[in-house]
C-alpha cells in the first residue's frame, strides 16, 4: 500500500519543473555566476602569492569580515573563492529551495489546486515528494555548474585541491540547499498559510546566518561552537580548496534525513488544507479603520524584520570601514575598483568609497524589499481575499494604495534605519550615511514601480519584478569589478546615482528625475488596475 502513496509523484514533479520553468533557471544562473564570476575579479586584484597572503592575514584580523564572509583558510585563488562566495551562495541556495518546496506544497494546499490535483490518482506522500525532487534538480544543477564552472578553470590556484576544491564547495552549496529545503518542507506542515511557512523558514535561515556570523566574529578559525551549529558553518567548514574536510558533509545528510522523516511524519498526521500550528482567530469586531490600516496590519511583520535586519547590517558594515584601509594597502587594482565605485585617493576616500559602497549595497538589497512588498497585492488578489475587502466601500485604487504606501514608506524607512546603523557602527558621520542610503531610494522606488506596472498591466507574470530587482543586484554587485562596460552599467538606475559619503557632489538632477520617473510608472499602473478585470 506504500508505493500508492507516492503515486503521481511523476506527473506533480514534471508539473512543478513546468510552472518553475523561468523562475528556477533564473535562481540556478544567478547563485552559480555569483561563484564563477569570483576566480577572474580575485585574480585580476590579488595576482601574487604574496597579494593574496597578506589580504588573507588581514582578513582574518578583522572580526567584522569574518562576520560577514567568515574565516579564510587558504590564499590560492580557489580558498578565497569559496570564503569569498560560499556563505552568500549557501544563502541564495536555501532562499532558492525554502520558495520551491513551499511553492509546491502549503501555496497548492491554499489555493485550492491541491484539492483538485487530489481529486486524481495522487498518492498521500505525492506532493511533498514531488517538491523535494524539484528543489533537489535545481539545488543539483547550481552544483554541477559550480564544481564544473570552478574545476574547468582551475580555480585552485596553483595552490592544490583543484578539482577535489570545486567538488566540495559545489556539493557544499547543494547540501545547504537541500537541507533548508527539507526545513521548509516541515514548515508547509507546521503552518496554514504559505507566508507564514515562508517567514518560518526564512527565520530559520537567518538564524543560521546570526549564528555563524556571531561565531566566526569571535573565533579567527571557525572554531566557535555558534559556528559549528549553524548549516551555513557547516558550509563553511567543508573548507573547499584548503584540505577538504568531506566528513561535514554527512552533517548535511543526517540533518536532511531527519527533517524530512518529520515533515513525512506530520504529513501523515493531518488533513489537507490544516495545519499544526493552531491560527488565532480574529477579534469578534473589526478594529481596522480602513484599506490603508489592513494593509499595514497584513506587511507589519515583514517590515518589522527587515528594518531590523537593515540597522544590524548597517552596523557591521559600519565596523567593516576602519579596516577598508588596511584591507586595500597598496593593491593598485583594489584600488582602482574602489575609485571606479566612487572614491578618492587617500586613506579618507578609500573610507568614504566604502561607506557610499555598503550605502549602495543597502539600497540594492532594498529593492528585494520593495518588490516583495508591492507584490502583495497579488497575492491577495491570488487568494481571492482582495474580493470581499472590494465588495464593500472600498476602491481599487485606494485598496492598491494602502499597499503600495507600505512599499514606497517601509523602503525608505529601513534605508533610514540602515544608514543609522551604518553611522553607529563606524562611529560617526551619521548624517552622511543616512544621507547616503537614503540617496539611493529613488532607484529604489523606481524598481517598486516597475514591479507595480506588471501587476497592473499582466498580473500573471508580475512575478518578473524579481527578475528587475534581481539584473539590478548583479550589475551593483559585482559589474565594477568585473569592470563590465559603462553601457551596461547604467541600464541600472542605481548607476545614476551621486556617492555619498565621498568627493562625488551631490547633484539633485538624478534624484528628481528617478522619483518622477517612478510616480509616472505608479500612476500607471493604477491606471491599468482600475481598468482590468480582477482574477476570478
Same mark, same amino acid.
Given at each position: 500500500?506504500? $508505493?500508492?502513496?507516492?503515486?503521481?509523484?511523476?506527473?506533480? /514533479? +514534471?508539473?512543478?519543473?513546468?510552472?518553475?520553468?523561468?523562475?528556477?533557471?533564473?535562481?540556478?544562473?544567478?547563485?552559480?555566476?555569483?561563484?564563477?564570476?569570483?576566480?577572474?575579479?580575485?585574480?585580476?586584484?590579488?595576482?601574487?602569492?604574496?597579494?593574496?597572503?597578506?589580504?588573507?592575514?588581514?582578513?582574518?584580523?578583522?572580526?567584522?569580515?569574518?562576520?560577514?564572509?567568515?574565516? %579564510?583558510?587558504?590564499?590560492?585563488?580557489?580558498?578565497?573563492?569559496?570564503?569569498?562566495?560560499?556563505?552568500?551562495?549557501?544563502?541564495?541556495?536555501?532562499?532558492?529551495?525554502?520558495?520551491?518546496?513551499?511553492?509546491?506544497?502549503?501555496?497548492?494546499?491554499?489555493?485550492?489546486?491541491?484539492?483538485? @490535483?487530489?481529486?486524481?490518482?495522487?498518492?498521500?506522500?505525492?506532493?511533498?515528494?514531488?517538491?523535494? @525532487?524539484?528543489? &533537489?534538480?535545481?539545488?543539483?544543477?547550481?552544483?554541477?555548474?559550480?564544481?564544473?564552472?570552478?574545476?574547468?578553470?582551475?580555480?585552485?590556484?596553483?595552490?592544490?585541491?583543484?578539482?577535489?576544491?570545486?567538488?566540495? /564547495?559545489?556539493?557544499?552549496?547543494?547540501?545547504?540547499?537541500?537541507?533548508?529545503?527539507?526545513?521548509?518542507?516541515?514548515?508547509?506542515?507546521?503552518?496554514?498559510?504559505?507566508?507564514?511557512?515562508?517567514?518560518?523558514?526564512?527565520?530559520?535561515?537567518?538564524?543560521?546566518? =546570526?549564528? +555563524?556570523?556571531? *561565531?566566526?566574529?569571535?573565533?579567527?578559525?571557525?572554531?566557535?561552537?555558534?559556528?559549528?551549529?549553524?548549516?551555513?558553518?557547516?558550509?563553511? $567548514?567543508?573548507?573547499?580548496?584548503?584540505?577538504?574536510?568531506?566528513?561535514?558533509? %554527512?552533517?548535511?545528510?543526517?540533518?536532511?534525513?531527519?527533517?524530512?522523516?518529520?515533515?513525512?511524519?506530520?504529513?501523515?498526521?493531518?488533513?489537507?488544507?490544516?495545519?499544526?500550528?493552531? =491560527?488565532?482567530?480574529?477579534?469578534?469586531?473589526?478594529?481596522?479603520?480602513?484599506?490603508?490600516?489592513?494593509?499595514?496590519?497584513?506587511? +507589519?511583520?515583514?517590515?518589522?524584520?527587515?528594518?531590523?535586519?537593515?540597522?544590524?547590517?548597517?552596523?557591521?558594515?559600519?565596523?567593516?570601514?576602519?579596516?577598508?584601509?588596511?584591507?586595500?594597502?597598496?593593491?593598485?587594482?583594489? +584600488?582602482?575598483?574602489?575609485?571606479?565605485?566612487?572614491?578618492?585617493?587617500?586613506?579618507?576616500?578609500?573610507?568614504?568609497?566604502?561607506?557610499?559602497?555598503?550605502?549602495?549595497?543597502?539600497?540594492?538589497?532594498?529593492?528585494?524589499?520593495?518588490?516583495?512588498?508591492?507584490?502583495?497585492?497579488?497575492?491577495?488578489?491570488?487568494?481571492?481575499?482582495?474580493?470581499?475587502?472590494?465588495?464593500?466601500?472600498?476602491?481599487? @485604487?485606494?485598496?492598491?494604495?494602502?499597499?503600495?504606501?507600505?512599499?514606497?514608506?517601509?523602503?525608505?524607512?529601513?534605508?533610514?534605519?540602515?544608514?543609522?546603523?551604518?553611522?553607529? *557602527? $563606524?562611529?560617526?558621520?551619521?548624517?552622511?550615511?543616512?544621507?547616503?542610503?537614503?540617496?539611493? @531610494?529613488?532607484?529604489?522606488?523606481?524598481?517598486?514601480?516597475?514591479?507595480?506596472?506588471?501587476?497592473?498591466?499582466?498580473?500573471?507574470?508580475?512575478?518578473?519584478?524579481?527578475?528587475?530587482?534581481?539584473?539590478? &543586484?548583479?550589475?551593483?554587485?559585482?559589474?565594477?569589478?568585473?569592470?563590465?562596460?559603462?553601457?551596461?552599467?547604467?541600464?541600472?538606475?542605481?548607476?545614476?546615482?551621486?556617492?555619498?559619503?565621498?568627493?562625488?557632489?551631490?547633484?539633485?538632477?538624478?534624484?528628481?528625475?528617478?522619483?518622477?520617473?517612478?510616480?509616472? /510608472?505608479?500612476?500607471?499602473?493604477?491606471?491599468?488596475?482600475?481598468?482590468?478585470?480582477?482574477?476570478?
Amino acid at each position: 500500500m506504500k $508505493h500508492r502513496q507516492l503515486a503521481g509523484t511523476g506527473a506533480l /514533479l +514534471r508539473l512543478a519543473l513546468r510552472r518553475d520553468r523561468l523562475m528556477m533557471p533564473v535562481w540556478i544562473l544567478g547563485v552559480a555566476a555569483l561563484v564563477l564570476s569570483l576566480p577572474a575579479s580575485l585574480e585580476s586584484v590579488y595576482a601574487t602569492p604574496a597579494e593574496r597572503a597578506r589580504v588573507l592575514a588581514t582578513m582574518n584580523a578583522n572580526g567584522s569580515l569574518r562576520a560577514l564572509y567568515g574565516p %579564510a583558510f587558504g590564499d590560492s585563488i580557489g580558498a578565497l573563492t569559496a570564503w569569498r562566495g560560499g556563505v552568500f551562495a549557501g544563502l541564495l541556495a536555501g532562499v532558492m529551495s525554502l520558495i520551491v518546496v513551499i511553492r509546491h506544497t502549503r501555496e497548492e494546499e491554499e489555493t485550492g489546486r491541491q484539492e483538485l @490535483l487530489s481529486a486524481a490518482m495522487v498518492g498521500r506522500r505525492a506532493p511533498l515528494t514531488a517538491a523535494l @525532487l524539484a528543489a &533537489l534538480v535545481a539545488n543539483a544543477l547550481v552544483a554541477l555548474l559550480v564544481t564544473s564552472g570552478l574545476a574547468g578553470r582551475g580555480a585552485g590556484g596553483g595552490s592544490g585541491g583543484g578539482a577535489g576544491g570545486a567538488l566540495a /564547495l559545489g556539493l557544499g552549496i547543494g547540501a545547504t540547499g537541500m537541507l533548508f529545503a527539507s526545513a521548509a518542507a516541515v514548515t508547509a506542515q507546521l503552518t496554514e498559510s504559505a507566508r507564514s511557512a515562508k517567514g518560518l523558514a526564512g527565520a530559520l535561515l537567518g538564524a543560521a546566518f =546570526v549564528l +555563524r556570523a556571531a *561565531g566566526d566574529a569571535g573565533s579567527a578559525d571557525g572554531a566557535s561552537v555558534l559556528t559549528w551549529i549553524s548549516p551555513l558553518g557547516w558550509l563553511e $567548514h567543508v573548507r573547499a580548496f584548503a584540505a577538504e574536510r568531506w566528513w561535514v558533509l %554527512a552533517l548535511f545528510a543526517v540533518a536532511f534525513a531527519v527533517q524530512t522523516a518529520a515533515a513525512y511524519a506530520l504529513a501523515g498526521r493531518r488533513d489537507l488544507g490544516m495545519s499544526f500550528l493552531a =491560527v488565532r482567530p480574529g477579534p469578534a469586531e473589526g478594529r481596522l479603520g480602513g484599506a490603508g490600516a489592513l494593509a499595514w496590519r497584513l506587511q +507589519r511583520g515583514g517590515l518589522l524584520g527587515w528594518s531590523l535586519g537593515f540597522l544590524a547590517a548597517g552596523a557591521v558594515f559600519g565596523g567593516m570601514a576602519d579596516g577598508a584601509t588596511e584591507l586595500v594597502g597598496d593593491n593598485a587594482k583594489t +584600488r582602482e575598483i574602489i575609485e571606479r565605485m566612487g572614491g578618492a585617493g587617500g586613506p579618507a576616500g578609500l573610507t568614504d568609497a566604502f561607506l557610499a559602497t555598503m550605502a549602495g549595497m543597502l539600497g540594492l538589497v532594498a529593492a528585494l524589499f520593495i518588490v516583495s512588498a508591492v507584490l502583495r497585492l497579488g497575492a491577495e488578489e491570488s487568494g481571492q481575499r482582495a474580493e470581499p475587502v472590494l465588495a464593500h466601500s472600498v476602491g481599487r @485604487l485606494r485598496w492598491a494604495a494602502g499597499h503600495l504606501a507600505v512599499a514606497f514608506g517601509g523602503s525608505a524607512l529601513i534605508l533610514l534605519l540602515g544608514g543609522l546603523g551604518l553611522g553607529l *557602527g $563606524h562611529g560617526g558621520a551619521l548624517g552622511q550615511t543616512v544621507g547616503g542610503t537614503l540617496a539611493q @531610494l529613488p532607484a529604489v522606488w523606481v524598481i517598486g514601480a516597475v514591479a507595480a506596472l506588471l501587476y497592473g498591466v499582466v498580473p500573471g507574470h508580475a512575478s518578473a519584478g524579481w527578475a528587475v530587482a534581481g539584473a539590478a &543586484l548583479t550589475l551593483g554587485w559585482i559589474g565594477p569589478a568585473l569592470n563590465l562596460p559603462r553601457t551596461v552599467l547604467d541600464l541600472s538606475p542605481f548607476a545614476r546615482l551621486p556617492r555619498i559619503p565621498g568627493s562625488e557632489p551631490l547633484t539633485w538632477a538624478p534624484l528628481l528625475i528617478l522619483t518622477a520617473l517612478a510616480a509616472a /510608472l505608479v500612476a500607471a499602473a493604477l491606471a491599468a488596475l482600475r481598468r482590468r478585470d480582477l482574477a476570478a
